[in-house]
């Protein structure tokens, strides 16, 4: 086979030599022929004429060529009568071709006999058909005598031999101009396989096996105009198809390599003609907020107070000043561009690992205050950087530092470096120190979570981050970073803000809490005009407020209590109450052991064990015990041998639930708090979490324990349902929140059931015998027989409260007559006066069916009197705290015969029976009668604890 990429056409090894020329040349060779075909005839190259009529796999008398088919018939008797088997080289020079190969095809009237001239390559093929009628004849050389099955297809199948374009006289050899694609080297094209380029194939593309090798190779040329083929396009002739997909794709991914270059270029260089640079008195637009109950009417409108920005050059602020802002802010401020990549790079990294913190830095904070503000979004984003760049490109840093240290927040209602340096320490920001300028430095992230009168930790912790800051970065000496003292600062002072001073002040600031964890910064609240909805109701507000004023009238000063009541069914908190002082200190945001009140995640841990423990099953309540190694005693000596647990859960048995919690592990106490909805971290918990030895607050309380009234579906907690700025933006919008299946409602209702009879044994039922699930909780003083915290937590179908009762040093909590208070004491009463006005025009609902799981309780046993405490005798009593006189009217028994019924059913009067003269008419002990015969003025009797029961 010759190689069709040499251009002299000379035979490969061990094939014929080149014939010698003879001595009349013949006409030039025809331009259409395939290559490796010469228009010399075989007789002029062997000497000898070729027989008249032979054709290409025939004999000159019509028979085969091998002389074994019948005349006629193709080679080794494949194919039709007429057609040809595959091409063989011709005979060398002198010799006539050997037997079995077929001789020269004619094509027009002349001889095809392979070439073996050694003179050039034959030019390209001329346009038109002149040059067909003027073609010489011509054989192939080299060419295999390869049967038609052995032959493989341009796919490496095997496909037939083709054949050659025969000459008909009007239909020309090839299309002008055309080259052969898919072929091998050295073979002739076909009408039936070979591919004319220019016109497609169906079903079928391939690339050349081989680049064009210039005139006379194979395809001559480039196929169009006759020119030699590129080395691009032999280059490209010679890739494979995952070489061509890999080129495509490279290409593509330059081009987004490009766009990603040139786009943020183009982009910047947009912004930085659009945008402007901003002025600081851009920041000192501030709007009046507004917070509104759920009913719509206003609860406060937040108005920033007056003259709270004092503009004052950089040269008045001390050099050590301007270095703690540097350091706590951006430490990079003074070589940066305004922006910082690595920062932002860094901050996006943390973030996606679901971390905190920003890469702005200060020029980008100052843009972010005063014009682009706090909206997430790229957009945002984009303007800040842009707008950044531009300052850095046109102010100094100076000036940049100046307008930001005049216009950033610094929490006390104080925007800029002076006016904080009057709010924390009363004087003039030139007279600060190092150590006071690093608080105010550590301010700015979190000016109300990090002021030293919230969280002086917190605060301390900000306050030594920015002056090892400002040691790293040379800006303090070591020696003074040592005598450095964290500095006291002056206590909040009363502004005009419009925030209430009463208990309602504690609801402005969980409210904002709220909204920071949304997103929502106190300098959107002071600046873009917000109206925020919220969840509190304002009847219910006040009735708890009400509750808790009255009950703790009289009592002991250092007794300070807090009340969160939420609705199971939507999560809405409809009243909180942290104290009535509301600049003072939140206590429904303390955190305070609930002693017995966790118990009923004991039980649903137990509930969940498999095997399950029932409400059934008997535990050795006695007291005291050994359980784990630790002493453990029930309160006030209560004593139950043999107990199943609901009995004591009733009675509170501490050995009981110990037992239990010890047997299902204390991490799975823990777990089923969480699984409720409390939200401390509750950690290293041992068997004491049985008891309630870990830390919670009263919201935690209430929302878990409204888990198990909404059989088992939690709902977030939460204030505010909707924030929508003065000019229509929406930034929040809760809705109604998103249920979640903690626990199934046969879980639920089981941990209700257990629950049941605690109000009643505890003497606070609620009024019109209504169906309540409640735990009182007491937490035990160091002192022997005294304690420390006291709480009631309970619910109904509509509404969940947490009381607790404590003080703020953590000593013990007294009455005024000196006994301890326990969970069914104070707290229980502040519970129970909530309830019932509460729930006073709401429907009585039942709690869902249950189903017991594991081992059921035993059957009730059936109901016995209990002596009420404040009334042992009975009848014709009037007591107050135990002491009892005789009712001179006669007619107040021991059922609230005189309380049309909603006396609760014990006479729990405590000397505020507005008892009429008449007896019998019904009075409904509201306190609005009290001047009937002058003798009962509502409050001389001592206590006035429960004025509105039954109302």
């Given at each position: 086979m010759t190689d069709d990429r040499r251009t002299d056409r000379r035979p490969v090894s061990g094939s014929a030599a080149p014939p010698r020329p003879g001595p009349n040349p013949p006409p030039g060779p025809p331009r259409n022929l395939p290559p490796g075909w010469s228009a010399v005839p075989p007789s002029e190259r062997s000497g000898q004429p070729a027989p008249h009529g032979a054709a290409n796999g025939q004999a000159s008398n019509g028979h085969a060529a091998n002389g074994q088919g019948p005349s006629g018939q193709a080679l080794n008797g494949q194919g039709r009568t007429g057609q040809s088997g595959p091409p063989a080289p011709g005979p060398r020079p002198g010799q006539a071709p050997p037997p079995g190969r077929p001789a020269p095809h004619p094509v027009g009237g002349r001889h095809l006999e392979p070439s073996v001239d050694d003179g050039p390559t034959a030019p390209n093929r001329p346009n038109g058909a002149a040059a067909r009628s003027a073609a010489a004849p011509a054989t192939r050389v080299g060419a295999p005598a390869t049967r038609l099955d052995e032959r493989p297809d341009s796919w490496g199948a095997e496909r037939p031999e083709p054949r050659l374009l025969t000459?008909?006289?009007?239909?020309?050899?090839?299309?002008?101009?055309?080259?052969?694609?898919?072929?091998?080297?050295?073979?002739?094209?076909?009408?039936?396989?070979?591919?004319?380029?220019?016109?497609?194939?169906?079903?079928?593309?391939?690339?050349?096996?081989?680049?064009?090798?210039?005139?006379?190779?194979?395809?001559?040329?480039?196929?169009?105009?006759?020119?030699?083929?590129?080395?691009?396009?032999?280059?490209?002739?010679?890739?494979?198809?995952?070489?061509?997909?890999?080129?495509?794709?490279?290409?593509?991914?330059?081009?987004?390599?490009?766009?990603?270059?040139?786009?943020?270029?183009?982009?910047?260089?947009?912004?930085?003609?659009?945008?402007?640079?901003?002025?600081?008195?851009?920041?000192?637009?501030?709007?009046?907020?507004?917070?509104?109950?759920?009913?719509?009417?206003?609860?406060?409108?937040?108005?920033?107070?007056?003259?709270?920005?004092?503009?004052?050059?950089?040269?008045?602020?001390?050099?050590?000043?301007?270095?703690?802002?540097?350091?706590?802010?951006?430490?990079?401020?003074?070589?940066?561009?305004?922006?910082?990549?690595?920062?932002?790079?860094?901050?996006?990294?943390?973030?996606?690992?679901?971390?905190?913190?920003?890469?702005?830095?200060?020029?980008?904070?100052?843009?972010?205050?005063?014009?682009?503000?706090?909206?997430?979004?790229?957009?945002?984003?984009?303007?800040?950087?842009?707008?950044?760049?531009?300052?850095?490109?046109?102010?100094?840093?100076d000036q940049i530092l100046e307008n930001y240290l005049n216009t950033i927040y610094f929490g006390r209602g104080a925007y800029g470096i002076q006016a904080a340096s009057q709010a924390y320490y009363g004087r003039d920001v030139s007279t600060l120190t190092p150590a006071e300028g690093a608080v105010l430095a550590g301010l700015i992230q979190a000016p109300s979570k990090w002021d030293p009168a919230v969280d002086r930790a917190g605060s301390e912790q900000r306050w030594n981050y920015v002056l090892d800051g400002m040691v790293d970065q040379k800006w303090l000496s070591a020696a003074d970073r040592k005598a450095a003292v964290f500095p006291d600062v002056l206590p909040p002072s009363a502004r005009k803000t419009g925030i209430p001073d009463n208990d309602r002040g504690h609801i402005v600031s969980a409210i904002k809490d709220e909204l920071a964890s949304y997103g929502i910064t106190e300098q959107q609240v002071n600046q873009e005009g917000l109206k925020i909805e919220t969840t509190i109701d304002p009847k219910v507000q006040q009735q708890a407020a009400d509750a808790a004023a009255k009950t703790l009238q009289g009592q002991p000063a250092n007794l300070r209590t807090a009340l969160v009541s939420e609705d199971p069914r939507t999560g809405a908190v409809v009243a909180y109450y942290g104290g009535s002082d509301g600049s003072g200190f939140d206590y429904a945001q303390t955190s305070r052991q609930p002693g017995s009140s966790f118990k009923p995640f004991v039980l649903l841990a137990g509930l969940e064990r498999n095997p399950p423990i029932g409400l059934g099953t008997t535990f050795d309540g006695s007291t005291p015990q050994t359980i784990a190694g630790t002493k453990v005693e029930n309160s006030d000596g209560e004593s139950c041998p043999n107990c199943d647990l609901k009995t004591a859960m009733t009675l509170s048995i501490n050995t009981v639930f110990y037992q239990l919690g010890v047997q299902v592990g204390p991490q799975k106490v823990a777990d089923a708090a969480h699984q409720a909805g409390i939200s401390a971290p509750l950690t290293g918990p041992t068997g004491g979490i049985a008891i309630g030895d870990k830390e919670v607050r009263p919201g935690d309380m209430a929302s878990a324990y409204a888990t198990f009234a909404a059989d088992g579906i939690y709902h977030r907690p939460h204030m505010v349902t909707r924030v929508t700025t003065a000019d229509g933006r929406i930034l929040y919008d809760g809705g109604v929140t998103a249920p979640e299946q903690r626990m199934s409602q046969q879980l639920a209702r089981n941990v209700t059931e257990s629950m049941l009879d605690v109000a009643s044994h505890s003497q606070i039922p609620l009024a019109a015998g209504r169906p309540v699930a409640s735990k009182t909780g007491t937490v035990q003083s160091s002192q022997q027989g005294q304690n420390n915290d006291a709480w009631t937590v309970g619910y109904t179908p509509q509404i969940s409260t947490a009381v607790w009762v404590g003080t703020d040093d953590n000593s013990p909590i007294k009455t005024k007559g000196g006994a301890p208070i326990y969970g069914r004491g104070v707290p229980g009463q502040i519970w129970q006066k909530f309830m019932n006005q509460a729930l006073r025009n709401e429907p009585v609902q039942q709690f869902s069916d249950f189903e017991a799981i594991g081992t059921p309780p035993a059957p009730p046993a059936p109901a016995t009197p209990t002596p009420d405490p404040n009334n042992p005798n009975g009848n014709n009593q009037i007591c107050v705290n135990g002491v009892c006189i005789p009712n001179p009217n006669g007619q107040n028994g021991n059922n609230g015969q005189n309380n049309n019924g909603q006396n609760n059913g014990n006479n729990q009067n405590n000397g505020n029976n507005q008892n009429n003269d008449n007896g019998g008419n019904k009075n409904k002990n509201n306190g609005g009668n009290g001047d009937n015969n002058g003798n009962n003025d509502n409050g001389d009797n001592g206590g006035d604890l429960f004025p509105d029961d039954g109302g």
């Open positions: 000459h008909d006289g009007a239909r020309p050899l090839a299309a002008t101009g055309a080259t052969r694609i898919g072929g091998r080297p050295g073979t002739a094209p076909t009408v039936a396989t070979d591919v004319v380029q220019g016109s497609a194939a169906p079903g079928r593309t391939r690339p050349p096996d081989d680049p064009p090798s210039g005139p006379g190779g194979p395809g001559g040329g480039d196929g169009s105009d006759g020119e030699p083929p590129s080395r691009r396009q032999a280059k490209l002739a010679a890739l494979t198809p995952r070489q061509r997909r890999w080129r495509r794709g490279r290409r593509i991914g330059y081009v987004v390599v490009g766009l990603a270059i040139l786009g943020p270029i183009l982009a910047f260089a947009i912004g930085w003609i659009v945008f402007r640079i901003p002025s600081p008195d851009d920041a000192t637009n501030n709007q009046v907020a507004t917070i509104d109950y759920s009913d719509g009417s206003t609860m406060a409108s937040l108005a920033q107070a007056q003259g709270n920005r004092i503009k004052v050059p950089l040269t008045q602020v001390p050099v050590w000043v301007q270095h703690a802002v540097a350091s706590a802010e951006d430490r990079s401020f003074y070589t940066n561009y305004g922006f910082d990549p690595i920062g932002i790079a860094r901050a996006a990294w943390n973030q996606a690992q679901g971390g905190t913190g920003g890469g702005s830095t200060i020029t980008q904070q100052y843009v972010k205050n005063v014009l682009v503000g706090d909206e997430h979004s790229y957009w945002r984003k984009y303007r800040e950087v842009v707008i950044a760049a531009k300052i850095n490109q046109e102010e100094s840093k």
